[in-house]
């Protein structure tokens, strides 16, 4: 059963110098793509590429300029008031910077409570009760409730987090780039965690990142962005392993290898990542592709199947031959 369906979304901003327009910002542009119930949905691409403005688009935090968002059926660019907020009780984000999300006036037992005592409306005793076995589910000591942000570590900030999004029992959780801020080591043990209560909760989540390397643990399926637009989907092992659009393709020779072959090609893009308020036209990544001839000037490539992925590229049964990484 598909939890979240994404169809067509659009989101431009406006960018404007005093009273005049200079265009707009393309930061996602006719995205489509379904997430199954109890599926880790991965979003993979470089910094800039669109991934972070989706999934907020998606839980509404930012209004898309265009397209539909259906979740367990409802479609939620229709949704409003009390509509809206009873549907996303059932959504919840965990962000990128732990620290960042937390309120500096609060402890950390206080800060996960507040859901539960304004949506859920339970008493303070109660709801106290309900965070202290959360905490105790994501690895944190009871004594952390009493803490402020600026107490804990990074890894017990993204932890607390986690807890909170939590709280209200949620079925889908986007999680942007929740490790990128933490130690190698502490990466490992909260994605360990996010796998554990995936199961034990039931959970579906939308996985953000640039981190190839990591999201090929964490994944069932993987879409990679570029400049906006979704230019390859399909299965994680197919994707990350058998990769068949040039941007994927120099995105998985970039992940650093615990053992480097002796010969191995790396695939070096040139130039700079176009602006996002001109896109190229025909394919966006056209202007650093080495396959790239005037046909992708001319006409956008549509995403299609080759193979066992779903790739926008006019040469995708040529390159899908060629080894790079």
């Known amino acids: 059963m598909n939890l979240v369906r994404v169809e067509r979304l659009t989101k431009y901003f406006p960018v404007r110098t005093g009273l005049f327009s200079k265009g707009s910002v393309h930061a996602v542009d006719d995205v489509s793509f379904v997430i199954k119930e109890g599926e880790t ?14 999934g907020r688009c998606i839980l509404r935090l ?10 367990d059926g409802k479609d939620l660019t229709t949704l409003r008031g009390e509509d809206l907020r009873e549907a996303r009780l059932h959504m919840q984000i965990v962000f990128q910077n732990p620290m960042g999300s937390l309120n500096p006036r609060m402890n950390a037992g206080m800060s996960t409570a507040e859901p539960l005592l304004v949506h859920a409306g339970l008493p303070r005793p109660e709801a106290l009760d309900r965070v202290r076995k959360l905490f105790l589910r994501v690895g944190l000591h009871e004594e952390v409730m009493e803490k402020f942000p600026h107490e804990l570590s990074g890894g017990q900030c993204q932890r607390v987090a986690i807890a909170r999004a939590l709280a209200l029992e949620p079925k889908f959780l986007v999680l942007d780039e929740p490790t990128s801020s933490l130690d190698v080591s502490v990466q490992a043990q909260i994605v360990n965690l996010l796998k554990d209560l995936q199961h034990d909760f039931g ?4 996985f953000i990142t640039h ?10 399926t993987v879409a990679v962005m570029y400049l906006g637009k979704i230019v390859e989907m399909g299965a994680a092992l197919d994707v990350l392993d058998r990769g068949i659009h040039p941007y994927t393709k120099a995105l998985r020779s970039a992940v650093p290898e615990t053992r480097p072959r002796e010969g191995k090609r790396r695939m070096v893009l040139p130039g700079e990542v176009p602006s996002s308020i001109q896109p190229p036209s025909g394919c966006r990544f056209r202007t650093r592709c080495p396959w790239a ?9 549509m995403l299609r199947e080759v193979q066992k992925t779903t790739v926008a590229c006019h040469f995708a049964e040529t390159i899908a031959g060629e080894v790079i990484a």
Do not use: N, V
Request: charged fraction near 20%; glycine fraction near 10%; aromatic fraction near 10%.
């Open 293 to 301: 001839e005037d046909r992708c000037a001319a006409e956008e490539p």
């Open 62 to 71: 930012i209004e898309p300029t265009s397209g539909q968002l259906w979740f």
């Open 211 to 220: 981190d190839l390397s990591l999201i090929s643990y964490i994944a069932d």
């Open 41 to 54: 949905f991965g979003l993979a691409g470089e910094s800039g590429s669109g991934k972070s403005t989706l």
């Open 203 to 206: 959970l579906t989540y939308l």
